[in-house]
């Protein structure tokens, strides 16, 4: 099953990150703008993760986190905070928190951290954490791409772009999209820097290029019938 995350912020903005490289990541993520709004949502919805805001009108993170444990103990949660104080990362760990970070923080090292406690939390999932095609496979946790069981010696973003396409296999992805998602929103560059790195893909993944289909006057899409 897919791993749900619930992302807790008063400001949208943070939300629609977290959601953005979350969801790139391959989870399910639902979002709560108030600690009261995460208490409902975890009443009713089992979530893997928690990733919450302390300053919120209506139910603070900290209060909001403790509700929610009384019915949910095991549940893990990392914090964010624009304050960054002692005081709030040693109350944090005392009631639960597995996590805190603090703001503004890298949008890959959040990514980085929810993993870490995904993996240990459920150690069997991480066994899971793959795509294999034939003689092709993606660890994503290590980030390796093998054929035929030999190693294949991809750039980082040669990988993240490989891995946004499969993660979003028979999905027709336009150039803007994949060059947002692989390269973030500050990408200021042009078409011909996806298309080099998809020229570079296809020519490492070699017999396994031909599942990368190019749409004249769209983008791409990695579709395993081809």
């Not at 909001?64 to 929610?68: D, F, G, P």
């Not at 996590?99 to 503004?104: A, G, I, L, S, T």
């Given at each position: 099953m897919m791993t749900r995350i619930l992302v807790v912020d008063d400001e949208d903005k943070?939300?629609?990150?977290?959601?953005?490289?979350?969801?790139y990541e391959g989870f399910k993520v639902d979002e709560a703008c108030d600690g009261l709004e995460a208490v409902d949502r975890c009443a009713s919805t089992h979530y893997d993760l928690v990733v919450m805001d302390i300053m919120m009108p209506n139910l603070d993170g900290f209060s909001?986190?403790?509700?929610?444990k009384k019915a949910n103990p095991d549940i893990p949660f990392i914090l964010?905070?624009?304050?960054?104080?002692?005081?709030?990362?040693?109350?944090?760990?005392?009631?639960?928190?597995d996590?805190?970070?603090?703001?503004?923080f890298s949008s890959k090292e959040l990514m980085m951290r929810i993993h870490a406690i995904l993996k240990r939390v459920h150690p069997a999932a991480a066994d899971t954490d793959s795509f294999i095609?034939?003689?092709m496979e993606?660890?994503?946790?290590?980030?390796?791409?093998?054929?035929?069981?030999?190693?294949?010696?991809?750039?980082?973003?040669?990988?993240?772009?490989?891995?946004?396409?499969?993660?979003?296999?028979?999905?027709?992805?336009?150039?803007?999209?994949?060059?947002?998602?692989?390269w973030g929103?500050?990408?200021f560059g042009d078409d011909r820097t996806l298309d080099t790195h998809i020229k570079l893909l296809r020519r490492?993944?070699?017999?396994y290029s031909k599942y990368i289909v190019t749409l004249r006057g769209v983008g791409y899409r990695f579709e395993k019938e081809n």
């Open positions: 943070i939300r629609q990150m977290i959601r953005k490289y979350a969801e909001a986190c403790k509700e929610i964010l905070s624009a304050l960054g104080e002692e005081y709030d990362k040693v109350h944090g760990f005392d009631i639960g928190v996590d805190y970070v603090v703001k503004p095609l034939d003689g993606i660890d994503y946790s290590a980030r390796i791409v093998s054929i035929d069981g030999q190693r294949v010696q991809l750039s980082p973003k040669e990988y993240d772009l490989l891995a946004y396409l499969v993660k979003n296999m028979g999905i027709a992805l336009t150039r803007e999209q994949i060059l947002q998602s692989v929103y500050d990408f490492n993944l070699g017999d």
